[in-house]
């Protein structure tokens, strides 16, 4: 027990460290407010959060990688501080990976390495494939390359069974049975309250506009938007407790990637391996972005 309240302590003074210690700033986007926040100098590494989060789901990584780059951690369109803007087609892919562009440019960068987790990671995968000379590496925590995903929910019957969340959030009218403080219930204790305060901030209908926008939808099929082939080394983390995401999405990641992959499962992680396994995810990235 002591042990244990010892950790929750140092997870809250790193918080609390973390949210004095960032540098605050937004990005425009043609008319679209991006907001993020940056730690560090050097060499630029931009990290994408999923849903439901926001910038600080990066708190682990964020003060090591400090340490020799320039960390920027944004709100993706819709979440905390960023805007919102009204209507599915607002959600598009296409614009995701132009915020992330947008960010960049408003650093004065003309490349960065691109850091993504779940709706980040995909929107991550998008950027390097289709904007490969802004990228210089690609980090993806649990979110399994696009082509990887549509085979399985076309063919893994298990993988059609576990995504009936997305299903049920590609429904009209499904944000309406959201609320901040369900969401935040999927975080430590010791962060709860930064995250209910997040999500009041946020938009739910936008958060859903990801899937009706950009998840596969039935009849599921292998074949769909081809997306180019991966340039940069890419790190890829998947923590092989996610239900939602399940491991077999990564076979053959390596067909789609004409670099060097690095592949590291986590037996004890969730769909946050960059929460539930952080010293090794941290720690991981750090030696890998030194190479």
Do not use: C
């Amino acid at each position: 027990m002591k042990q244990l309240a010892s950790l929750l302590l140092a997870a809250t003074a790193l918080g609390a460290d973390l949210m004095d210690r960032v540098e605050h700033g937004y990005a425009d986007n043609k008319g679209v407010k991006l907001h993020y926040v940056t730690l560090g100098k050097g060499p630029l590494v931009v990290l994408i959060h999923g849903f439901p989060d926001f910038w600080y789901s990066w708190r682990h990584q964020m003060e090591a990688l400090a340490e020799n780059f320039q960390v920027v951690a944004m709100d993706l369109r819709g979440y905390n501080l960023s805007d919102k803007p009204k209507g599915v087609e607002n959600y598009d892919m296409n614009l995701l990976v132009s915020d992330v562009l947008a960010v960049i440019r408003h650093l004065g960068k003309e490349k960065a390495t691109i850091v993504g987790h779940d709706w980040g990671g995909a929107i991550a995968w998008s950027v390097a494939a289709f904007a490969p000379s802004a990228v210089d590496k690609l980090v993806i925590v649990n979110l399994p390359h696009p082509h990887g995903l549509r085979r399985e929910l076309a063919h893994n019957p298990e993988q059609q069974k576990n995504s009936q969340y997305a299903r049920n959030f590609q429904q009209e009218e499904a944000h309406r049975k959201l609320s901040a403080e369900g969401l935040a219930a999927m975080v430590p204790a010791a962060e709860r309250e930064k995250y209910i305060d997040a999500f009041r901030k946020s938009d739910f209908e936008a958060m859903l506009n990801y899937y009706k926008r950009n998840y596969p939808r039935e009849p599921y099929r292998a074949e769909g938007s081809v997306l180019p082939n991966i340039q940069v080394p890419v790190l890829m983390f998947h923590g092989l407790k996610d239900w939602a995401l399940l491991p077999g999405a990564l076979n053959d990641t390596w067909k789609w990637i004409e670099a060097p992959l690095t592949l590291v499962t986590i037996p004890h992680a969730g769909h946050w391996s960059h929460w539930d396994a952080a010293d090794l995810v941290t720690k991981t990235m750090k030696w890998w972005l030194s190479q």
